[in-house]
């Protein structure tokens, strides 16, 4: 069969769509292409972005030294998605220590699920020799992440003292809860299947092992803060409120029902939605402008004002997986947008409140306060009758 599909692109024959096709098919044949990855290599650098794109993806695959260069070249590109390459990634094993300065600048990268995709990489390739850079790459700002080291440094706990150390750390001390259940078992010997970063369709939450703090069925409205402190919180909710002067199917045919949020800005309005299966779109609004400019889709339940700039909450399930994300947005002098993950939640929220520098946020099965840094940590229940720090 790989002789035939290598026969058909070799060809002169075929155009552009067919051979974008023929190659596509490669991705599932894996290394027993690597006999005609020289075949492939000369559409990797085609004109047409679709007919490279899928070279490359087929060279990555086939586990040729080619695939390599691919990689260190795509991983380094800001814009990257290396998450929808793990798998072909996989088959590179046997060029795993010339890729490991890439996974390792990866851990870095400025798009989160790309973190992930790296650390998860790096346990697979057994590349105990980046063990301190997985223990860098392990915050509370970033869970998944987080989570992937952790499963990749229990790959290493019989070889690396630094490995068991580190899982001690994070067992006793990590915010999360399911985190530390994974760093302890692996600890014990027995690991978790090592989970990648999961595309999440519709609204999906993850249990953190958080405390479920309720008061006659309903959520508690006092928490205890890392720092001690007693919060006394009003949750607002997520919900569909009236948008200004803008249409938000016009944004996404999605979200003609669903939440609704918007944000003043100086030139006009941050504005964005949630609808079916999570699907949305934020914008933005100018001042005098009839339609808003669709800004990046994602589905959005909160536009907050944080540290004098405006933060979204919003799903991000190609970034992310699960978790919802805090995103930051800004507006250049040059008037175009900016957005980045700023940290990542449990889930995505229900409900939000002010407390202090930070906020509070609340899901189905998780309570947490985000500080001024995006650190994450747990809303402990309390009886405590101390003075509160009260949350609005």
């Known amino acids: 069969m790989v002789d035939l599909l290598a026969g058909l692109i070799a060809r002169h024959g075929l ?3 067919q051979l974008v096709e023929t190659l596509r098919i490669f991705d599932d044949v894996g290394t027993a292409l690597k006999p005609v990855a020289p075949v492939i290599a000369a559409y990797a650098q085609a004109p047409n972005q679709d007919l490279a794109w899928s070279a490359q993806r087929a060279l990555v695959a086939s586990g040729d030294r080619r695939g390599v260069e691919v990689l260190q ?3 380094d590109r800001p814009d990257a998605w290396s998450w929808s390459w793990e798998d072909l990634i996989l088959n590179q094993r046997e060029n795993a220590a010339e890729l490991l300065p890439v996974l390792k600048r990866t851990l870095h990268h400025p798009r989160w699920g790309n973190r992930a995709a790296a650390a998860s990489v790096i346990g697979k390739f057994d590349l105990v020799q980046a063990t301190q850079e997985l223990v860098d790459s392990i915050t509370p700002r970033d869970w998944v992440t987080s989570e992937a080291a952790v499963q990749a440094l229990g790959r290493f ?3 690396s003292a630094q490995a068991r150390d580190a899982l001690k750390q994070i067992a006793n001390s990590y915010w999360s809860g399911r985190i530390r259940k994974e760093a302890a078992d692996a600890l014990a010997g027995k ?9 999440c369709i519709g609204a999906c939450a993850v249990d953190h092992r958080q405390p479920k703090c309720t008061k006659d069925g309903f959520p508690s409205r006092r928490y205890r803060l890392k720092s001690g402190d007693i919060a006394r919180i009003d949750w607002h909710p997520a919900k ?3 948008l200004p ?8 045919s999605w979200c003609h029902e669903g939440l609704t949020a918007s944000r ?26 009839a339609q808003p400019q669709l800004l990046a889709r994602m589905g959005v339940n909160f536009i907050l004002p944080f540290k004098g700039e405006t933060f979204v909450v919003a799903s991000a399930p190609f970034e ?16 175009t947008w900016k957005l980045g993950i700023f940290s990542l939640l449990p889930s995505l929220p229900d409900a939000y409140a002010t407390i202090n520098s930070g906020f509070a946020f609340l899901d189905e099965d998780n309570a947490v306060f985000m500080d001024s840094n995006g650190d994450i940590s747990t809303l402990g229940c309390m009886n405590s009758k101390s003075s509160p720090v009260t949350g609005h």
């Open 191 to 199: 690991p978790g299947n090592t989970s990648d970063v999961v595309v």
């Open 320 to 335: 992310a997986g699960f978790a919802g994300a805090v995103y930051s947005v800004r507006q250049s002098p040059d008037g």
């Open 240 to 242: 569909r409120q009236p």
């Open 15 to 17: 155009d552009t769509k």
């Open 73 to 75: 070249l795509l991983l």
């Open 245 to 252: 002067r803008v249409d938000i199917t016009k944004l996404s």
């Open 157 to 159: 706990v019989d070889r």
């Open 264 to 289: 003043r800005v100086a030139n006009g309005w941050i504005v964005g939605c949630l609808g079916v299966e999570s699907e949305g779109a934020l914008g933005f609004l100018e001042d005098g402008a």
